[in-house]
């Protein structure tokens, strides 16, 4: 596979793992990995990159979220969606460092579109989210914990 494939794969897979697709982008990350054929910091920015702007999207449909609730391709349920904003309530922006999280991330994603967070506090958390995650999974990989 080509460095532009691997590395093209690795930010499709990222991003929909954050978004309507359940994708499992830690196994593409560790895959690649393996194969020692890619630098390592390229894969990890490439796999923080694409899931940070996949949660974006969750971001500006929660923007938008009374108009596309009731879709089927809506990447969260309501139940989600009101334990999500239920959590946001509580803890506030801080929350959205779980939005690595399976099962929670991206409902807090998703409420914090709908609760207008700024923009830019939204993002800056959730890439250290993002990234940490993938540095964890890159330290596993290569047995570093």
Do not use: C
């Amino acid at each position: 596979m080509s460095a532009a494939g691997a590395y093209g794969g690795l930010f499709l897979v990222s991003f929909l793992a954050a978004t309507i697709l359940p994708a499992q982008s830690e196994i593409g990350l560790a895959g690649l990995i393996l194969t020692d054929d890619h630098d390592l910091w390229v894969l990890i920015l490439v796999a923080s990159l694409g899931n940070t702007l996949g949660a974006v999207v969750n971001w500006l449909l929660g923007r938008g979220v009374e108009r596309f609730s009731d879709r089927k391709w809506f990447p969260v349920s309501p139940k989600q969606l009101d334990r999500a904003t239920g959590w946001y309530h509580r803890y506030g922006r801080w929350s959205l460092l779980l939005s690595w999280a399976p099962f929670v991330g991206d409902p807090l994603t998703l409420a914090a579109g709908v609760l207008r967070e700024p923009f830019w506090s939204f993002l800056i958390l959730v890439a250290v989210a993002k990234t940490g995650r993938y540095l964890v999974v890159a330290a596993l990989t290569l047995n570093w914990m």
